[in-house]
């Protein structure tokens, strides 16, 4: 079934985090996470693997990092088209019928001009090379999630549709202010929405930055604010520090299963997990809903 025939039937539930999932593995602040296609694909095979068992519909491929520009700010040496190809083909190694793989993308690790050193183009052709070994690969679907700034979404979505015509999911990130949510650059959640729809994404939605409980009502905007499915995949509540330093994340997956419920209420076609969720609460969400 194509992933947008069942999105409109069945809808669709994602897997949930990579990052943290790899920093429980070991992963350092220090080390590119899409490094670990290379250096431990067992390990990444491995928690696709989980997220399918506990009931997810999608695998993200580990590849949200591994455009140029982030690459070289990570002192990455590895080719940009070695990296977002393994980061498919491992996902695609525990994917089976029914279940689907995206390519993802986000993270170029700098600010667009005027606020930071890259031009809107050179975001473009930096998602373009991205995206078009995406494609080879054969991904069913791109996500471009965590943005904050709506222009690299715009880049991005550019980007892709200049080498695919596959579905686009696009989610941005967003901050609860006292007159509403904001992203930090100030853009309210139905102007971007309806920009990101204008560009060429097939599904918008929301994604990291706040915890279940606070994505509800982000939930509830956005999904009255457009005709086309919506994606909502919050953290699991803001990372705390325990006495010795270690980062954790306060909602269990009771709690956060129960809040996708009351997101889900709201229509909302697509849901999964960002930050602190691991497959237990991709299952506790499968039971719940």
Request: negative net charge; aromatic residues 8%; proline residues 3%.
């Amino acid at each position: 079934m194509d992933i947008l025939e069942k999105v409109r039937k069945e809808g669709l539930v994602f897997d949930g985090a990579m990052g943290s999932m790899l920093i429980n593995q070991g992963l350092t602040g220090r080390e590119a996470t899409e490094l670990w296609n290379l250096r431990h694909p067992d390990i990444i095979i491995e928690i696709h693997r989980a997220y399918y068992a506990a009931g997810a519909d999608v695998a993200s491929a580990n590849t949200y990092g591994a455009s140029a520009i982030k690459l070289k700010k990570m002192g990455v040496a590895q080719s940009v088209e070695e990296l977002n190809r393994t980061g498919v083909q491992l996902a695609r190694k525990t994917c089976d019928k029914g279940q689907y793989v995206a390519g993802e993308l986000g993270s170029l690790g700098d600010l667009l001009h005027p606020m930071g050193p890259v031009s809107f183009n050179e975001a473009v052709d930096c998602f373009a090379q991205q995206a078009e070994f995406l494609e080879d690969e054969g991904v069913d679907v791109f996500l471009i999630e965590t943005i904050f700034d709506i222009n690299i979404g715009l880049a991005a979505i550019k980007a892709v549709r200049s080498v695919s015509e596959k579905p686009i999911f696009c989610s941005l990130t967003f901050e609860k202010m006292k007159k509403g949510f904001f992203t930090i650059f100030g853009n309210n959640p139905e102007d971007s929405m309806k920009s990101l729809v204008a560009a060429g994404a097939s599904v918008v939605g929301a994604n990291c930055s706040m915890g279940s409980r606070t994505m509800i009502d982000l939930a509830g905007e956005i999904k009255k604010s457009i005709d086309v499915p919506v994606i909502i995949m919050p953290n699991a509540g803001m990372p705390e520090t325990t006495k010795d330093n270690a980062v954790f994340y306060p909602e269990d997956e009771h709690f956060f299963a129960n809040s996708i419920k009351k997101i889900k209420a709201f229509g909302v076609e697509i849901v999964g997990g960002c930050c602190g969720t691991t497959p237990e609460y991709i299952k506790k969400i499968k039971e719940i809903i």
